[in-house]
């Protein structure tokens, strides 16, 4: 059965055609791609956009004028503060974190815990309590629908059963090199999920 958003409860039911999907603002889309069922969006909250910003800018990777393609002191200048490295768990990379809950990864060939000069972000990793959203309103902490809504249903998904229904924990979309994630986790009961998106990693539009 195809669950239908509402925007409003005063709107008449709108029923789809079969393959479609009705948006929260009340138009019939195809999927993107015909593999998506609509049983991932059943059990989600219903969709209800941030207000529109320019702070996040989802195709190129850019989280306030900060992209994957910059080095540390570029993401430095526009975000108007040094970021904090420490060593990653990995050598050769140390991780570096803005105040805003943005962080990525950059090569550190001599493990001092400083980012290579010639190093540049490994993408952007955005989380709470990060208060920024893109032109359409998509941003971290509102239903994770609101993603497949306005940038299509992507086949690329994975999913959690929990008691409350299926939800979706993971979104890829290759053709943006962006992950979004519903990724709560609890230290006795492990991984959970509620439909509400808490990170985003952002790559930009590359060929992958």
Not at 147 to 171: H, N
Not at 174 to 203: N, Q, T
Request: charged letters at 25%.
């Amino acid at each position: 059965m195809i669950f239908l958003f509402l925007q409003f409860a005063c709107m008449p039911e709108v029923v789809c055609p079969e393959g479609q999907l009705l948006t929260s603002k009340g138009i019939c889309v195809t999927p993107q791609y015909k593999t998506f069922d609509t049983k991932y969006t059943a059990d989600l909250p219903e969709c209800e956009l941030a207000e529109p910003s320019s702070r996040l800018d989802l195709r190129p990777g850019c989280v306030d004028g900060a992209c994957p393609d910059m080095s540390y002191y570029e993401i430095n200048e526009v975000l108007f503060e040094d970021g904090v490295c420490t060593n990653s768990f990995s050598l050769g990379t140390t991780s570096c974190k803005w105040g805003d809950g943005i962080r990525t990864n950059f090569t550190d060939d001599n493990n001092d815990g400083l980012p290579d000069s010639n190093s540049t972000a490994s993408g952007l990793y955005v989380e709470s309590p990060y208060s920024g959203s893109d032109k359409d309103g998509l941003a971290i902490g509102i239903s994770i629908a609101c993603f497949m809504e306005v940038l299509g249903y992507t086949d690329r998904i994975e999913t959690l059963e929990t008691d409350d229904g299926l939800f979706v924990s993971e979104l890829y979309y290759p053709d943006m090199g962006l992950f979004v994630y519903d990724r709560d986790w609890d230290i006795e009961d492990g991984p959970e999920v509620d439909g509400i998106v808490d990170a985003i990693s952002l790559y930009g539009s590359h060929d992958w």
